[in-house]
């Protein structure tokens, strides 16, 4: 069956960063997504496209902005319980809250209750692909593969790998984590549309057996990621390198168990080394900047601008960072990005921003090929944006009260970054997941 939604189209055809915000975002003023199997069939101008479809069963969202689904590239479904835990850094705020909550996944109602929750929270803020962390129980990934499949979501996510410097309760063992992974790899990797993380928590709670036996996962399964954390905190550097002592830096201890591939996503990655950088550069890593859990924790500035130097370029996706990042609202995320980069002397446009959560969020999953952008083949997986939703932004956006400062690109470019700066969930009007509808506010313009 073929349908179209009309709306203002969104997207992004390059890389803003690098060609500017102009050469880079694609607007159709009234344009029409036509979908068939889940898929993009076609885009284009609605007056001219419609000619082709003259039966076509179409919701009409004029007004609104049509853009690709949201892309969370890191954040923790067992911790959604702690959002908002008070006051601690890193390593004491793991102590006193995280494990805590990770051992109530041991029960698997309890996981399933907070992976229905979470999912429904995602799709309510217009993320339709997320990179996640269960906990170390398998029971913890395999619900919620269960509830991403019932919704056909793009989810990637894996079983932590912990076996040391936690709790007794969270530990398993290296072997293990191996042949638990394993299983949930070869149950659930490429079903439907999940796929499957490697995930040693990070280098602290992981020997290097355990980290070698990632490694091994990785080589078995060519087709996995790599997900963990990366010197996020200089007390967590410090005590990954007594931990060990036969790596030059902290990223030295993947790279001797091989986790430093192209399809590898690292946390935060705050407090890296140029030798680092080019390091991940090279290897076609990715960073996930986590904006609002940096600032939260105080572990501090992401240097966007250095990352993503010409010379030696890393991959960088958007992350909301949840339990640490205080919510999975990809707009407030945005709003504290804008800031760690205010405070560094560099500025994040709407352009470089809404290009993070969508065509650069896919090129840091290595998902490209099939998220991102309206090109024709793509997944359907988008958002529909109200730029008037609230009082506030309704004042300031409404075209009435404008006269005409804005208009065409830069007018969206605009109304973008006012939704980066006062959005919220209210913005997102629906979603769209596999091409149906799968949230709606119904409410009309």
């Given at each position: 069956?073929?349908?179209?939604?009309?709306?203002?189209?969104?997207?992004?055809?390059?890389?803003?960063?690098?060609?500017?915000?102009?050469?880079?975002?694609?607007?159709?003023?009234?344009?029409?997504?036509?979908?068939?199997?889940?898929?993009?069939?076609?885009?284009?101008?609605?007056?001219?496209?419609?000619?082709?479809?003259?039966?076509?069963?179409?919701?009409?969202?004029?007004?609104?902005?049509?853009?690709?689904?949201?892309?969370?590239?890191?954040?923790?479904?067992?911790?959604?319980?702690?959002?908002?835990?008070?006051?601690?850094?890193?390593?004491?705020?793991?102590?006193?809250?995280?494990?805590?909550?990770?051992?109530?996944?041991?029960?698997?109602?309890?996981?399933?209750?907070?992976?229905?929750?979470?999912?429904?929270?995602?799709?309510?803020?217009?993320?339709?692909?997320?990179?996640?962390?269960?906990?170390?129980?398998?029971?913890?990934?395999?619900?919620?593969?269960?509830e991403a499949y019932k919704r056909?979501?793009?989810?990637?996510?894996?079983?932590?790998?912990?076996?040391?410097?936690?709790?007794?309760?969270?530990?398993?063992?290296?072997?293990?984590?191996?042949?638990?992974?394993?299983?949930?790899?070869?149950?659930?990797?490429?079903?439907?549309?999940?796929?499957?993380?490697?995930?040693?928590?990070?280098?602290?709670?992981?020997?290097?057996?355990?980290?070698?036996?990632?490694?091994?996962?990785?080589?078995?399964?060519?087709?996995?990621?790599?997900?963990?954390?990366?010197?996020?905190?200089?007390?967590?550097?410090?005590?990954?390198?007594?931990?060990?002592?036969?790596?030059?830096?902290?990223?030295?201890?993947?790279?001797?168990?091989?986790?430093?591939?192209?399809?590898?996503?690292?946390?935060?990655?705050?407090?890296?080394?140029?030798?680092?950088?080019?390091?991940?550069?090279?290897?076609?890593?990715?960073?996930?900047?986590?904006?609002?859990?940096?600032?939260?924790?105080?572990?501090?500035?992401?240097?966007?601008?250095?990352?993503?130097?010409?010379?030696h370029p890393v991959k960088v996706?958007?992350?909301?960072?949840?339990?640490?990042?205080?919510?999975?609202?990809?707009?407030?995320?945005?709003?504290?990005?804008?800031?760690?980069?205010?405070?560094?002397?560099?500025?994040?446009?709407?352009?470089?921003?809404?290009?993070?959560?969508?065509?650069?969020?896919?090129?840091?999953?290595?998902?490209?090929?099939?998220?991102?952008?309206?090109?024709?083949?793509?997944?359907?997986?988008?958002?529909?944006?109200?730029?008037?939703?609230?009082?506030?932004?309704?004042?300031?956006?409404?075209?009435?009260?404008?006269?005409?400062?804005?208009?065409?690109?830069?007018?969206?470019?605009?109304?973008?970054?006012?939704?980066?700066?006062?959005?919220?969930?209210?913005?997102?009007?629906?979603?769209?997941?596999?091409?149906n509808l799968s949230y709606s506010?119904?409410?009309?313009?």
């Amino acid at each position: 069956m073929i349908s179209g939604v009309r709306g203002t189209l969104i997207d992004f055809t390059g890389d803003p960063f690098v060609l500017g915000d102009e050469n880079s975002i694609r607007v159709e003023q009234d344009g029409l997504l036509v979908i068939e199997e889940g898929k993009i069939l076609n885009r284009g101008n609605y007056n001219q496209l419609i000619k082709h479809y003259p039966h076509l069963e179409t919701i009409d969202y004029s007004g609104y902005y049509v853009m690709p689904g949201f892309i969370d590239t890191h954040v923790h479904y067992s911790q959604i319980g702690i959002i908002g835990s008070y006051g601690k850094h890193l390593l004491e705020w793991l102590e006193t809250y995280v494990y805590n909550e990770e051992a109530k996944f041991k029960d698997i109602e309890y996981s399933r209750r907070a992976a229905i929750f979470f999912l429904e929270e995602l799709i309510q803020n217009g993320t339709t692909t997320a990179l996640v962390f269960a906990s170390v129980h398998p029971q913890s990934v395999e619900v919620f593969f269960e509830e991403a499949y019932k919704r056909n979501m793009r989810m990637i996510a894996g079983k932590v790998m912990m076996s040391r410097n936690a709790p007794k309760e969270l530990l398993d063992t290296p072997s293990m984590s191996y042949e638990e992974s394993k299983s949930l790899i070869e149950k659930w990797h490429g079903k439907g549309r999940l796929l499957y993380a490697v995930t040693p928590r990070f280098g602290i709670t992981c020997s290097r057996e355990q980290l070698d036996y990632a490694g091994r996962l990785l080589k078995e399964f060519p087709g996995v990621y790599l997900h963990t954390h990366l010197a996020e905190t200089k007390d967590e550097i410090r005590l990954t390198n007594q931990l060990f002592p036969d790596c030059a830096d902290y990223l030295e201890v993947y790279e001797k168990s091989e986790l430093v591939t192209n399809r590898s996503v690292f946390a935060h990655g705050i407090h890296l080394s140029d030798s680092e950088l080019k390091r991940l550069s090279n290897a076609h890593s990715s960073i996930a900047f986590c904006p609002t859990s940096n600032l939260f924790l105080g572990s501090g500035l992401f240097n966007l601008g250095k990352v993503l130097d010409s010379k030696h370029p890393v991959k960088v996706g958007i992350g909301t960072d949840v339990g640490a990042g205080t919510g999975l609202s990809m707009f407030g995320t945005l709003n504290e990005a804008y800031k760690v980069a205010a405070l560094q002397d560099q500025k994040l446009s709407s352009a470089k921003g809404f290009y993070l959560l969508t065509l650069g969020g896919a090129k840091s999953i290595s998902l490209d090929n099939q998220l991102g952008n309206f090109e024709k083949g793509k997944e359907a997986d988008f958002v529909v944006l109200n730029p008037c939703a609230t009082p506030l932004l309704n004042f300031r956006n409404n075209s009435n009260n404008r006269n005409g400062i804005f208009d065409g690109i830069d007018g969206i470019i605009d109304r973008l970054f006012s939704l980066m700066c006062m959005g919220d969930d209210r913005v997102i009007e629906s979603v769209f997941i596999s091409g149906n509808l799968s949230y709606s506010q119904k409410r009309s313009i």
